[in-house]
T-cell receptor
Framework: SQTIHQWPATLVQPVGSPLSLECTVE??????LYWYRQAAGRGLQLLFY??????ISSEVPQNLSASRPQDRQFILSSKKLLLSDSGFYLC??????????FGSGTRLTVV | RKEVEQDPGPFNVPEGATVAFNCTYS??????FFWYRQDCRKEPKLLMS???SGNEDGRFTAQLNRASQYISLLIRDSKLSDSATYLC????????????FGAGTRLFVKA
């Protein structure tokens, strides 16, 4: 069966510090991978998606970036965090772009 | 106007009650529809798809009204374990479609 791993679960980072969140998928190949952010009381906001190694599409211009160095690995990064980057970050995968399976999420607080 | 709108609630209901949530969408090109469940501080999980003819899964019934552009979720005989946030999800278009997540409706079921 397919599983998706995401870490860390929680993170407290100072403003201006770098960020690296990692997501890996097991049990499938060539998945479509996504990074979402959920702010309190708001819907999930799509940040990046990838249909293959090295292929990244950005939905929202901001100080975040994503990379897909391997088929089942998706990384979210920032060189300098802003207060507004705080939120619940979720990695997800889908095979059919119909239903999504999410990782357990990273709760990021920028202080 | 938001592409997907939900009543944020919270809905507070006693065990055994029947509760219904509505979700409206603005894009007539919306193709497929889903309900996800999200427990507090956890990732969303697919609850059920919504079919044009309506569909049922145990105590849960989902319906779609394309003419009025809304979907609904009915929960019968509510359980304490049904307490969660329910997200309405809409896929817009075909081919390169995009997925929109509603902000969710919070449900509290009390003993």
């Amino acid at each position: 069966s397919q599983t998706i791993h995401q870490w860390p679960a929680t993170l407290v980072q100072p403003v201006g510090s770098p960020l690296s969140l990692e997501c890996t998928v097991e049990g499938t190949s060539n998945p479509n991978l996504y990074w979402y952010r959920q702010a309190a009381g708001r819907g999930l906001q799509l940040l990046f998606y990838s249909v293959g190694i090295g292929q990244i599409s950005s939905e929202v211009p901001q100080n975040l970036s994503a990379s897909r160095p391997q088929d089942r690995q998706f990384i979210l990064s920032s060189k300098k965090l802003l207060l507004s980057d705080s939120g619940f970050y979720l990695c997800a995968w889908t095979r059919d772009r119909v239903s999504y399976t999410f990782g357990s999420g990273t709760r990021l607080t920028v202080v | 106007r938001k592409e997907v709108e939900q009543d944020p609630g919270p809905f507070n209901v006693p065990e055994g009650a029947t509760v219904a949530f509505n979700c409206t969408y603005s894009n007539s090109a919306s193709q497929s529809f889903f309900w996800y469940r999200q427990d507090c501080r956890k990732e969303p999980k697919l609850l059920m798809s919504v079919y044009s003819s309506g569909n049922e899964d145990g105590r849960f019934t989902a319906q779609l009204n394309r003419a009025s552009q809304y979907i609904s979720l009915l929960i019968r005989d509510s359980k304490l374990s049904d307490s969660a946030t329910y997200l309405c999800v809409v896929n817009i278009g075909t081919g390169g479609f995009k997925t929109i997540f509603g902000a969710g409706t919070r449900l509290f079921v009390k003993a």
